[in-house]
């Protein structure tokens, strides 16, 4: 079966650095896609990476490795507003969208 | 704001009661989306739109109706609920033709609470 793996919950504190990663299991694979989700409102994404490596945009990167099934969303600069749930969804061969629960991520000054 | 607006943003309605969801994007894509969300679990695929035809039912009980009348309005209507289907409804859209890359937008749910 088709499988996204993400840790429920992570705590960091204001300024730190966190990582938050995903790994999936797919039947072929298109790409993996990042939204980050506030509490009450829209998914809005963050990043999508289909190539291996890392990919920065401001205080946020996302790395894949597609050999190992594994991607990581990096947050750097903790801001309180970054309290959130983070959301990580695989594309398969049918291009659709696997998702996994989210991660809530809490921020601590 | 995203472009994709849900209304209500909040429902309680009992398990006899019809009620519709209705979701409105202005963004000009093609494709519109509904999604289950429930506490700590993946968001749950409902129904696929493409170009006005439904082109995806993920096994979704009868008590749930989708209509979509144009490429920018999505209804989902419901009657006969259980207590299980209460959650976070989401409405999404993107270009139909970015079948792997294009990002979805998401309107800010409808909360339905079934009694």
């Known amino acids: 079966g088709q499988n996204i793996d993400q840790p429920t919950e992570m705590t960091a504190t204001e300024g730190a650095i966190v990582q938050i990663n995903c790994t999936y299991q797919t039947s072929g694979f298109n790409g993996l896609f990042w939204y980050q989700q506030h509490a009450g409102e829209a998914p809005t994404f963050l990043s999508y990476n289909v190539l291996d490596g890392l990919e920065e945009k401001g205080r946020f990167s996302s790395f894949l490795s597609r050999s190992k099934g594994y991607s990581y969303l990096l947050l750097k600069e903790l801001q309180m507003k970054d309290s959130a749930s983070y959301l990580c969804?695989?594309?398969?061969?049918?291009?659709?969208?696997?998702w996994g629960a989210g991660t809530k991520l809490i921020i601590k000054p | 704001e995203t472009g994709v607006t849900q209304t209500p943003r909040h429902l309680v309605m009992g398990m006899t009661n019809k009620k519709s969801l209705k979701c409105e994007q202005h963004l000009g894509h093609n494709a519109m989306y509904w999604y289950k969300q429930s506490a700590k679990k993946p968001l749950e695929l409902m129904f696929v739109y493409n170009f006005k035809e439904q082109t995806e039912n993920n096994s979704v009980p009868s008590r749930f109706s989708p209509e979509c009348p144009n490429s920018s309005h999505l209804f989902l209507h419901l009657h006969t609920l259980q207590p299980e289907d209460s959650a976070l409804y989401l409405c999404?859209?993107?270009?139909?033709?970015?079948?792997?890359?294009?990002?979805?937008?998401f309107g800010e749910g409808s909360r339905l609470t079934v009694l």
């Open positions: 969804a695989a594309v398969d061969s049918n291009y659709q969208l696997i």
């Open positions: 999404a859209s993107r270009q139909a033709s970015e079948a792997n890359t294009g990002e979805l937008f």
